[in-house]
T-cell receptor, first 112, second 114 residues
Framework: DVKVTQSSRYLVKRTGEKVFLECVQD?????MFWYRQDPGLGLRLIYFSYDVKMKEKGDIPEGYSVSREKKERFSLILESASTNQTSMYLC???????????FGQGTRLTVV | AQSVTQLDSQVPVFEEAPVELRCNYSSSVSVYLFWYVQYPNQGLQLLLKYLSGSTLVKGINGFEAEFNKSQTSFHLRKPSVHISDTAEYFCAVFGSQGAQKLVFGQGTRLTINP
């Protein structure tokens, strides 16, 4: 069965902390994505990657960075967490162009 | 760059009534189009997708969508809804060329009343 796993379901961090959100997929997908989901705003794309070590900015990259050292793992980094980064973070992966995206269960991050 | 607009943030309907959830997109290249559903407290799952071919696409749970290139729309329809269709629905677009960016709309919350 297809699987995208996010390392944590819930996280609470302090303002200014460096935060790592990890995502692992077991489907050998080229594409991986990080979104944040906020009520009324839908899913907003933070960063995506179409190959190992490749990354592209999405629509709201400010305050975030990513790392993809291995094909199966895509990490989202909050360099200095702020309260406006409190959100649900979703990771997804897909195969090739036009492939169905499979989502992880999400990480609800609260920054206090 | 691609973008997606879902024209209704909330749609309330009565059980067994028909429903249409509207989606418009913009893109400078050919696109692939998707509808995803998120049931309460669950993850996103694919309802249906348009890649090429017939403009009428059928998905799971009796949903269908029609791709209209001239109107840049991909509206989702179901002829008769059930209580179990209560969920949030997301339209998404994936550009067929260039950076392979998957962009979602703001979501439409479908509420079915008995």
């Amino acid at each position: 069965d297809v699987k995208v796993t996010q390392s944590s379901r819930y996280l609470v961090k302090r303002t200014g902390e460096k935060v790592f959100l990890e995502c692992v997929q077991d489907m050998d997908h080229e594409n991986m994505f990080w979104y944040r989901q906020d009520p009324g705003l839908g899913l907003r794309l933070i960063y995506f990657s179409y190959d190992v070590k490749m990354k592209e900015k999405g629509d709201i990259p400010e305050g975030y960075s990513v790392s993809r050292e291995k094909k199966e793992r895509f990490s989202l980094i909050l360099e200095s967490a702020s309260t406006n980064q409190t959100s649900m973070y979703l990771c997804a992966s897909s195969l090739g162009v036009g492939g169905e995206a499979f989502f992880g269960q999400g990480t609800r991050l609260t920054v206090v | 760059a691609q973008s997606v607009t879902q024209l209704d943030s909330q749609v309330p309907v009565f059980e067994e009534a028909p429903v249409e959830l509207r989606c418009n997109y913009s893109s400078s290249v050919s696109v692939y189009l998707f509808w995803y559903v998120q049931y309460p407290n669950q993850g996103l799952q694919l309802l249906l997708k348009y890649l090429s071919g017939s403009t009428l696409v059928k998905g799971i749970n009796g949903f269908e969508a029609e791709f209209n290139k001239s109107q840049t729309s991909f509206h989702l329809r179901k002829p008769s809804v059930h209580i179990s269709d209560t969920a949030e629905y997301f339209c998404a677009v994936f550009g067929s060329q260039g950076a392979q960016k998957l962009v979602f709309g703001q979501g439409t919350r479908l509420t079915i009343n008995p």
